[in-house]
């Protein structure tokens, strides 16, 4: 296993179209985490899972964004209908457990262009 | 409320000479305190943690940072630049009692290494 996978690296968009991301972590990590990063900011947490299940959700995940990982695995974000307030490095990290004694294990992002 | 202010946005060392890179951090109770680095299209990687153990944390390729609570402070330094420093660096909180991967990260400053 050489890490967490992001897909794809680079996505361009138009307004009003949606968009998906998937993220593969290290096997056998339970827990999985998104972020995002806008241009000259720092990565702001937007969600997490453990195993399937959705413990957490940032305000800033609007109802326009979903996410899932259905079989405690993968894990896909979804943009509906996105905006231009969208464009951003989207980053999934993931972890064995809930422990300050892990270290998170960032993928390199998704980065979303939105024209 | 927990933040991180990361003092500058930019800094600009010659190679061979010391880095210091400034954060502190406000809270109601001593937090978890972190160092990433970004750099260009890889994943955000763990520099080093401060969690309530030696306040002197040593890290990854030479870097290191003092927490001072006094100060409420948490720079990263490191001896002497390398060209590979190059690259973003990230001051990260986690708030006690959050997952230890919902991280607030600072805004980053840019490390630039001339030779």
């Known amino acids: 296993d050489t890490g967490v996978s992001q897909d794809p690296r680079h996505k361009i968009t138009k307004r009003g179209q949606n968009v998906t991301f998937r993220c593969d972590p290290i096997s056998e990590h339970n827990r999985l985490y998104w972020y995002r990063q806008t241009l000259g900011q720092g990565p702001e947490f937007l969600t997490y899972f453990q195993n399937e299940a959705q413990l957490e959700k940032s305000r800033l995940l609007s109802d326009r964004f979903s996410a899932e990982r259905p079989k405690g695995s993968f894990s896909t974000l979804e943009i509906q209908r996105t905006e231009q307030g969208d464009s951003a490095m989207y980053l999934c990290?993931?972890?064995?457990?809930?422990?300050?004694?892990?270290?998170?294990?960032f993928g390199a992002g998704s980065r979303l262009t939105v024209l | 409320a927990q933040s991180v202010t990361q003092l500058d946005s930019h800094v600009s060392v010659s190679e061979g000479t010391p880095v210091l890179l400034r954060c502190n951090y406000s809270s109601s109770y001593s937090p978890s305190l972190f160092w990433y680095v970004q750099h260009p299209n890889k994943g955000l990687q763990l520099l080093l943690k401060y969690t309530s153990a030696a306040t002197l944390v040593k890290g990854i390729n030479g870097f290191e940072a003092e927490f001072k609570k006094s100060e409420t402070s948490f720079h990263l330094t490191k001896p002497s630049a390398h060209m590979s420093d190059a690259a973003e660096y990230f001051c990260?909180?986690?708030?006690?009692?959050?997952?230890?991967?919902?991280?607030?990260f600072g805004a980053g400053t840019q490390v630039v290494v001339t030779p």
């Open positions: 990290a993931s972890s064995p457990t809930d422990s300050g004694a892990n270290v998170l294990t």
């Open positions: 990260v909180v986690r708030r006690a009692g959050d997952s230890w991967g919902k991280l607030q």
